[in-house]
């Protein structure tokens, strides 16, 4: 399992951008797909996106697709979250996971992931 800590939220106006980073520990970072979910209060862990351990494939929630990114590096240990043309109704935590088993794909339900990280709150102003 790796260690995961979120950065890079904040209060944002909508249609405003933000990156999120989530940074990982050890050395095995590269075999893991990683997801980024989102939970707002009252509302249950939502899927945004996924990008497999190759960074080859991706995979988007329809509510964030064409305005988020989802891309690795897998030399800096680290995975980011491109969040552009943002809106009221994206304001949540934003929560990193790396996958349960490591090189599975596509990895997109909460079940899929064993390691989270502490989450980073994202609040979208009208």
């Known amino acids: 399992q790796v260690q995961l800590v979120e950065s890079g939220g904040g209060l944002v106006q909508a249609g405003g951008s933000l990156r999120l980073s989530c940074a990982a520990s050890?050395?095995?970072?590269?075999?893991?797909?990683m997801g980024w979910f989102r939970q707002a209060p009252g509302k249950e862990r939502e899927f945004v996106a996924a990008i497999s351990w190759s960074g080859d494939s991706t995979s988007y929630g329809d509510s964030v697709k064409g305005r988020f990114t989802i891309s690795r590096d897998n030399a800096k240990n680290t995975v980011y979250l491109q969040m552009n043309s943002l809106k009221p109704e994206d304001t949540a935590v934003f929560y990193c996971?790396?996958?349960?088993?490591?090189?599975?794909?596509?990895?997109?339900?909460?079940?899929?992931?064993?390691?989270w990280g502490q989450g980073t709150q994202v609040t979208v102003s009208s």
């Open positions: 050890g050395r095995t970072f590269g075999i893991y797909s």
């Open positions: 996971a790396a996958d349960r088993y490591g090189r599975r794909w596509p990895t997109t339900r909460v079940r899929d992931f064993a390691s």
